[in-house]
Structures are given as structure tokens and as C-alpha cells.
């Protein structure tokens, strides 16, 4: 009896030769048997997450896929999490870390998860080279490390010589259950949006003009939105619910932390970047200066979204459509942010600085005519004419040259009182109210350098040294 040929030596491996017995024929045969291969190590594990708010049904608690190596914590070489009794967190025999929503491993997951995606999606902005936290400097490669249930207060925040996200609870009044911070994925991705604003402008966070602080609270609201427009789901459901009309009043995309504002008796989420606020009405409160920035760069994402749409839409679904705009447009303002100067940055710095990327980067002058127009209807840029077409709903949408007046990349600030105010922080989230970005030494703050609680008490405790000779 003949016996089969061989596979080739390279394939030996992977093939086992049985002898059986074939009763019907009364003969004996060697036959081939494949053996399973071992599936080689795949780096990347999924999460339950919250992909809105608590209150958001949809899109609600959803798988997400993170591509890289995360180790039992959750923990990477970025972002740790702590939680006292429940970290480290270890994930399912695939390397899946999911757990069912309200326990206290699915909080650490899923603030894990939302930091982590926060993250890369600003290093995928710029190319994939990892983006510094403030204390990654000379070779420091330490860590953020991210605190679930940090304690019961309402509150949130980041804090650079903690090196920290510190996530609360509480009870609001006549509620039986608490609301837990960390399960909003934009109160989670708003506090490290500070931390990602913090390592590239250390010297905003401390002080500056109140736009300065503006612009750090607005960024960590655009990024809650950013991170929203990014994810395919969110994107879809966002459009769906609206019918691709951003301005829709029950839209979650513009709605920010809606758990928490409804504790508060606040009909659309702790703030809405829906809004039509100008500098005029908002004084030197950096939260309130905040929402006029973030509802100029919200409408005219919609402005943007809306003529691509329309000259897309025989190609283009219309969420890919607001996918592709979103990551323009944000990449823009991160440029922009970046190139702004390094202490004092007011909105003029960054829209002036948005203008000339945007002309840089070949994108049609309608853009920049968008972006003009809702600063300075918000006043915190003056056009040399009068935005008629604009007011009286005649742009022209289907031109992407179109303009009013001259395609200007450089428009002169508005001047308000304000500008010349103290910083009015007593409505901002916990960041910008630690002691640790108001008091001490502002160089050492500007600089990025951590500030210590000696720092803080410097002042004092010379007073005390005084009086104790």
C-alpha cells in the first residue's frame, strides 16, 4: 500500500499523519490530520462603556475596542486606575474587561477606557507621537493615574501635582441613589481634556486674561464633543435622533453631563454648546466665558457639517460626513491652540491662529467665512462688514468660495471691560479651583512644575518664620 506524499517541511509543523482503520473496505490508511495553529497574541481588549451619559439612552452602555496592550488594573504605559478595594481590575480570559454597569469594576473600566480614547484620539490628531502629560519632561514617563470614586462631594477634577483625574459622587436632594461622575463620558473626557491642554500650554492653567481660563474650560468641553463625534455609533445615533440637524434641542451631542445637570434642576445638561451667548453678557466667570467659545466652534461645526453634507450627499452617509468634518475641524483647532501663545491666549489668538491653518491647509474660503462669522457675532472678533448675508439667511451653500467681504486671516479682538477682570473661577469645575493653579509661585506654575503644599503655604509660613525669631 502506497503511503501519501508528504507536505513540504515548512508545512510539517502544522499537519499530524493518523493511521485508521476503514472497516467497509477492510483496509487500513494514512490520512492527514491538520493541527490547530495557536492564534498569535493579539494586543487590544474591549470595554463596556458609557458611550454618552447615564440618562442618554442612546447610544447607552456599548462595547469599545481599545488596540493596544492593557495590563490588569486597568493600566497602561499612560493611564492608571485606583480604587481602593477593587483595583487592580483584572479582565476575562480574552483580555476583556467587561463588567455590568453600576458595579465598581465597570466605573474603573469604563473611566479607564474613556481616558485612554481621549488620549489617542489627540495623538492620532497629530500624527500618533504620544502627547505629554505636564510632568513628562527630562525622560519622566510617569503616569495619570484615574480615580473612580475619589469621595462624595459634586465634583471633578484634575490636579498636576497629584498627577491625578479625580472622579466624585453624591446624592442630590430627594434622590435615593447617587450620581457617580465617572460614568458620564464627558465629565471623564472634559477633565482630561485639561490634562492633555495642561502638558502642551503649562502656563494657561494658572493664570492669564479670563479668556485664558475660557479657553482651558471650553477645551475640555469641545473634547467630550470631539471625542463623541469620533465614535461611529455615537455619530449615527446623534444623527438619527436629529435628523442630521445639529441645532435639534434634544440632541446629546451638544448637551454636556446631562446626569449631573438634571441633578441640578438644569433642563439640558450641566452646560449646551447649543448656545447663543456673547462676550457682552458673560463677564469675567471663566465657565460662562467658556460657553461662548464652545458654542462659536459648535455652530460652526454645524455650518461645515451642513454644506459638506449637502455637496456630499450623493457620495457620503451623512454621519461619515460628520465624521470627516469633526476631525478637520478639531485639527484645526488643536493646531491652532498650539501655535497660540504661551501665556495670556485669548479667543482672537486662536481664531486668528485657526484662520491661517485653515487657508495653509487648501480648505474652501466658506470655512473660514463660517468661522468669522460666529466669532463675531459673539464678539470676540469685529468684521470690517456687515454679516448680512448671514443674518438674513442668504449664504450661499453650495459655493465653497463663498465670502463676505475679503477672506481675512487675521480680524482685530473686541474689547470688553472683562478683559481686564481677575479671573472669576467660583463656578468652574474642581480643576481651575485647587489651590495648586491659584496660589503659590506663578512662575513655577507657568513653567509646568508641580506645586507643592509648601508651595502653597510659602507665604505664610515666612510670616510665621517672622514672627517665631
Excluded at 36 to 57: E, H, M, N
Excluded at 217 to 241: K, N
Excluded at 250 to 278: I, V
Excluded at 404 to 412: A, F, P, V, Y
Aim: aromatic letters at 8%; a negative charge; one cysteine or more.
Amino acid at each position: 500500500m502506497s503511503t501519501p506524499a508528504r507536505a513540504p517541511i515548512s508545512e510539517q509543523h502544522a499537519i499530524l499523519y493518523e493511521t485508521v482503520y476503514l472497516p467497509l473496505r477492510g483496509e487500513a490508511r494514512t490520512i492527514p490530520r491538520p493541527i490547530p495553529r495557536p492564534l498569535p497574541f493579539r494586543a487590544g481588549s474591549r470595554f463596556l462603556i458609557w458611550k454618552q451619559d447615564p440618562t442618554v439612552a442612546d447610544p447607552g452602555v456599548r462595547m469599545s475596542f481599545i488596540p493596544s496592550l492593557i495590563l490588569d488594573g486597568p493600566h497602561d504605559s499612560r493611564i492608571a486606575t485606583d480604587l481602593s478595594g477593587t483595583t487592580p481590575v483584572h479582565p476575562n480570559i480574552n483580555r476583556d474587561f467587561l463588567f455590568a454597569p453600576g458595579t465598581p469594576e465597570f466605573d474603573c473600566a469604563h473611566s479607564f477606557a474613556v481616558v485612554r480614547e481621549t488620549l489617542t484620539m489627540y495623538q492620532r490628531i497629530l500624527g500618533g507621537a504620544p502627547m505629554p502629560w505636564a510632568w513628562n519632561t527630562g525622560g519622566n514617563t510617569d503616569c495619570l493615574t484615574v480615580f473612580p470614586r475619589a469621595g462624595v462631594t459634586a465634583n471633578a477634577f484634575y490636579s498636576r501635582s497629584q498627577k491625578a483625574l479625580k472622579f466624585f459622587y453624591f446624592t442630590p436632594t430627594g434622590a435615593s441613589l447617587p450620581v457617580y461622575t465617572c460614568r458620564s463620558l464627558d465629565i471623564v473626557a472634559h477633565e482630561c481634556g485639561h490634562a492633555v491642554l495642561d502638558g502642551i500650554k503649562p502656563g494657561w492653567l494658572g493664570g492669564g486674561t479670563p479668556q485664558t481660563g475660557g479657553l482651558h474650560e471650553a477645551f475640555g468641553d469641545l473634547t467630550a464633543i470631539f471625542l463623541a463625534c469620533s465614535q461611529l455609533d455615537q455619530v449615527e445615533a446623534a444623527i438619527a435622533l436629529s435628523k442630521g440637524n445639529l441645532h435639534d434641542k434634544n440632541l446629546f451631542l451638544s448637551a454636556l453631563a446631562e446626569q449631573f445637570g438634571s441633578a441640578l434642576g438644569l433642563p439640558h445638561g450641566l452646560r449646551n454648546a447649543d448656545n447663543d451667548l456673547k462676550l457682552s453678557q458673560v463677564g469675567n466667570e471663566v465657565h460662562a466665558i467658556s460657553q461662548v467659545f464652545t458654542g462659536a466652534i459648535y455652530d460652526t461645526l454645524a455650518d461645515i457639517y451642513q454644506f459638506e453634507k449637502n455637496a456630499q450627499a450623493a457620495t457620503k452617509d451623512p454621519a461619515r460626513v460628520l465624521l470627516e468634518v469633526a476631525a478637520r475641524l478639531q485639527k484645526v483647532l488643536l493646531d491652532a491652540l498650539l501655535a497660540a501663545p504661551a501665556m495670556g491666549a485669548t479667543f482672537a489668538d486662536v481664531v486668528n491662529k485657526m484662520l491661517n491653518i485653515s487657508n495653509a491647509n487648501g480648505e474652501p474660503p466658506i470655512y473660514r467665512t463660517f468661522l468669522r462669522n460666529q466669532f463675531t457675532l459673539r464678539e470676540v472678533v469685529v468684521s470690517p462688514v456687515p454679516l448680512t448675508a448671514m443674518r438674513e439667511g442668504r449664504i450661499n451653500m453650495s459655493d465653497p468660495n463663498f465670502l463676505e467681504g475679503k477672506d481675512l486671516l487675521s480680524m482685530e479682538a473686541c474689547r470688553h471691560p472683562a478683559d481686564r477682570a481677575p479671573q472669576d473661577r467660583s463656578k468652574c469645575c474642581g480643576t481651575m479651583q485647587l489651590p495648586e493653579y491659584t496660589m503659590g509661585d506663578p512662575k513655577k506654575r507657568e513653567s509646568g512644575a508641580s506645586i507643592t503644599d509648601e508651595d502653597i503655604m510659602s507665604g505664610e509660613l515666612l510670616e510665621l518664620a517672622g514672627a517665631f525669631k
